[in-house]
């Protein structure tokens, strides 16, 4: 038991690694064997995060489980791991949505073996994410994470699977080289990587001159070094375009993933990373950064009231919601400390976990009709609800959730969000609660499609008749629903890690 | 006495190149076996060195050995390694195990992979290389070091020139031939230089590198003699612009050559150039460090544009080992902890994959007779371990963490923000260039559909190539999850030559 307590981190960081070796020297013929043991593996992680929950305690400051191990001491960098509030929020996500897009994978026969590891292996590039405190570290997995997310698409993608692989793995790592030259930058300056050390380090130089250049300059260079690289990540407008090729391409669990968690990693980078090393910056630039996230509210909404595709739809509405969050992130950047800036990272650190289970629901829900009729064209569709009213119901629900209807998650940090920015950033609030009205737009425009209007009678009768959705992908469902309602009706058991860690950070 | 090591490292492959020549030629077989014995003599024994040197924290030049040569004008055969040389008398190891292994060449389902057009010779000449690069690795004493330099470099040729690409091998092998000894005459001016200077100053008539650190060149002296000992035997290592030689010749030389030669004997002259030119005219290389990082910067920026556009599949690799090489003489150049602690495991990792990629493309070229890009496609699904082989080197080669690329890379970087952060800036936009054109090749060669042409003809990669992929690949990813197997070992190396940077 002591060994559990103090390893804690490393073992949910590792075991995904360690089952994908054991997977290789599986029979790769043995698809039911494989399934179990990916799925059985990926459980493990699940039930040690909701140990880690049970233990962790939210009053006190700074992280908990610290590890470190040495790594390359050369270069005074260490496998440092601890967590917050913040990325506890975030690892239960990661340990929950993995097992689920494990289970949401069964039906798939292509080259299983292979597939799965690359699963395992992703889950471990994201949670190495969340859970470090080395800056060195942090980027390791951060780039880590993104060969699996390229072989899912590329590999068992649809049609244009090679430009969408491309494009978001050149994006993401394009993006990430100004992370990289400001990790450098700092490594070199302070001869650490270490996150608690280069906080105040960092921080405490104001004055003077870097580089032959006034510090502030070189801090304001910085500073967007890393936003770009996060806010390609995120998907930030403009740099949102890869996101709507690579959902469409992946195959479905990887959409969850990618959905699920990955974009998060961008958010969550601005929150560990971007607020606390740059507070001078973020205030300066926090309009900017509310604007960028204003058109992505908006944009992203009318984005995807355009498209024709489902798939895509879902796809364009995850710029929406990531909107918020960032929306979220920029008025905390204004108002450093003041209890409205509390109000609106606690929705946003929310609406990430929020956006998470829905988001992954959702392609999730696409993917199931999507393997019975072939197609994602919301034309094709139409009248579906009396022939698979279950599959209806589930995928009304999971849409109310995203649209942000009362009762349901959604509307918990949606209203965080608005309610801690609107006396901040009036203006770009205001816009975004009118970007809220399309998103309502497009999810009815979704629902309609798809489940009302005239029956289709193509799906009605015959060989193409619509099957409804099956015990296995309820099972895949029933999870995430029961948590959309939990925190939609009573949002204080989560709230109150993640507003207890954000006094303490921000 | 000590077990003398490093004289059996050396000596051993040009004995069994003896022994190979006195074989029957058509007793294929024995030749490959005496080969392979040879080369499993020398894994062992650099893998033994590597070892010890790692745990038991050594520091400084050890193994060492001295024999009399030419008393008279100051000549000895004296070996010993660092923690510089000893990563690379390991690399030297490993990749002439498995080229030997890759050039077995039995016939095998109609397949002519490897070499079965006189092995006898072939061996014979490749381990006479190879003798010469591990003594370069090894020497500490200027001669000597020349001396087994020239040696490694001219069964270059023959090896090109004979059982090389048919449509290239005489314009390659003669280019590559002319550049590098141009490069080592101009290099063999200045050390003769170093040893007629070294006599006036001390009274001593020596080639011995240890003295000759000691010898107080003077300030105009190392400025006047820096740049063509560095440069000289910077060709060999692939330096801009006299990079040109490179490619061609990666490209016409047979797989097992092609390994070596990228692997290893492009890290001969990186090597030589730090010993040589950095450690016994440290004054000079602090003046002249500027010119260098310029240099190296367009290395590693054109090299890895110019590989991105080309078509054939083995030029896209030589190219990116112009652009890999850069990232070395770049760390040397910043003449900091970190950047040279980077250029040494540079050395290695870039070695070791440069050796995988060549294997692979040879595999492909081999079954598919043609290193066209756009006719290629679809090899993974008939092998799958060559595949992997050649995507892991890729992610050596985007600088990956996870892999030894990133561990070597990183603290290039490092050591660059250091000398010039504009540099770090403009050089650090290869790795994306790097990473598109790695994907593509993976994509185009190992993914997608066969062309019809192909499918059916091409069989599966020999149970001998797998054992050449598998230690290649354990041992980047080795490095790059714990580069405490390396990186510890380099420093002491380092320590010793910023002690000779801090004292002059």
Sequence with gaps: MDFLNTHLLSLILFIPSIAALVTLFLPKENLKLLRWFVLGASLVPLALTLYLWSKFNPDLPGFQFDQSYIWYPAIHSSLHLGVDGLSLTMVLLTTLLTPLAILASFNTTDRVKAYMMLFLFLETGMLGVFMALDLLIFFVFWEIGLVPMYFLINQWGSANKDYASLKFIIYTMGGSLGLLLGIQLLGVLFGTFDLPRLYQAWNSLTEGTLLGMPVSTVKAVAFWGFVIAFAIKVPIWPFHTWLPDAHTEAPTAGSMILAGVLLKLGAYGFLRLVLPLYPDQARIFAGALALLATAAIIFGAFGSYGQSDFKRLVAYSSVNHMGFVVLGIAAAGLAHGTEDAHIALNGAILQMFNHGLSAAGMFFLVGVIYERTHTRNLEDFGGLFPLVPIYGGILLFTSMASLGLPGLNGFVSEFLVVRGAYPLLTPYTALSMLGLLFTGAYILKGIKKVLHGPVNERWAHGEHKLTEINPREIIVMAPLMALILVIGVWPAWILNVINKAVVMLF | ?504
Excluded at chain 2, 175 to 200: E, N, P, R
Excluded at chain 2, 224 to 231: E, K
């Design chain 2, 1 to 504: 006495m000590q077990f003398p090591f490093l004289s059996v490292i050396v000596f051993t492959p040009i004995a069994a190149s003896l022994l190979i020549l006195l074989m029957p030629a058509h007793k294929k077989n024995l030749v490959r076996s005496i080969a392979l014995g040879a080369a499993a003599i020398d894994l062992v024994l650099s893998l033994w060195v590597y070892i010890s040197y790692l745990t038991q924290g050594m520091a400084g030049y050890q193994f060492i050995e001295w024999y009399q040569w030419l008393p008279a004008l100051g000549i000895n055969l004296a070996f010993g390694v660092d923690g510089m040389s000893a990563p690379l008398v390991l690399l030297t190891g490993v990749v002439m195990f498995t080229g030997v292994l890759i050039s077995w060449g039995e016939e095998n389902h109609g397949v002519s992979a490897g070499i079965q057009d006189r092995p006898r010779e072939f061996f014979a000449f490749l381990f006479i290389l190879a003798s010469g690069v591990f003594g370069v690795f090894v020497s500490l004493d200027l001669f000597m070091l020349f001396f087994f330099y020239e040696m490694a470099v001219f069964p270059m040729y023959l090896l090109i020139a004979i059982w090389g690409w048919i449509q290239t091998r005489e314009y390659a092998a003669m280019k590559l031939t002319l550049y590098l000894f141009i490069g080592s005459v101009v290099s063999l001016v200045g050390a003769l230089a170093m040893y007629w200077t070294s006599y006036q100053n001390t009274g001593v008539l020596t080639f011995d590198m240890l003295q000759l650190e000691q010898a107080g060149f003077s300030q105009t002296f190392q400025n006047i003699w820096f740049l063509p000992v560095f440069l000289g035997f910077a060709v060999l290592g692939g330096i801009w612009p006299f990079h040109n030689w490179s490619p061609d010749g990666h490209v016409a030389a047979p797989t097992a050559v092609s390994m070596f030669h990228a692997g290893v004997l492009m890290k001969l002259g990186a090597f030589a150039a730090l010993r040589v030119g950095i450690m016994l005219l440290p004054a000079g290389a602090k003046q002249w460090a500027w010119l260098i990082i310029i240099l190296a910067t367009v290395n590693v920026v054109y090299g890895a544009f110019i590989a991105f556009v080309q078509t054939d599949f083995k030029y896209v690799i030589g190219f990116s080992s112009v652009s890999h090489m850069g990232l070395v003489a770049m760390g040397f150049a910043t003449l900091s902890r970190e950047g040279m602690l980077g250029a040494g495991v540079q050395m290695f990792s870039h070695g070791v994959m440069t050796a995988l990629f060549f294997a692979v493309v040879g595999m492909v070229y081999d079954r598919a007779h043609t290193r066209h890009i756009p006719d290629l496609g679809g090899f993974v699904k008939i092998m799958p371990w060559a595949a992997i082989g050649f995507i892991i080197g890729g992610f050596v080669s985007m600088g990956m963490p996870g892999f030894s690329g990133f561990v070597a890379e990183f603290p290039i970087f490092m050591g660059v923000w250091k000398a010039q952060w504009l540099i770090a800036v403009i050089s650090i936009i290869s790795i994306v260039i790097t990473a598109c054109y790695v994907l593509l090749v993976v994509r185009r060669v190992f993914f997608g559909k066969m062309p019809e042409k192909l499918e059916g003809h091409i069989t599966p990669i020999t149970a001998l190539d797998k054992i050449a992929i598998l230690p290649l690949c354990l041992l980047i990813i080795g490095i790059g999850l714990f580069p405490r197997i390396m990186v510890p070992m380099v420093q002491t190396g380092v320590d010793n030559i910023l002690r000779l940077l801090g004292a002059s």
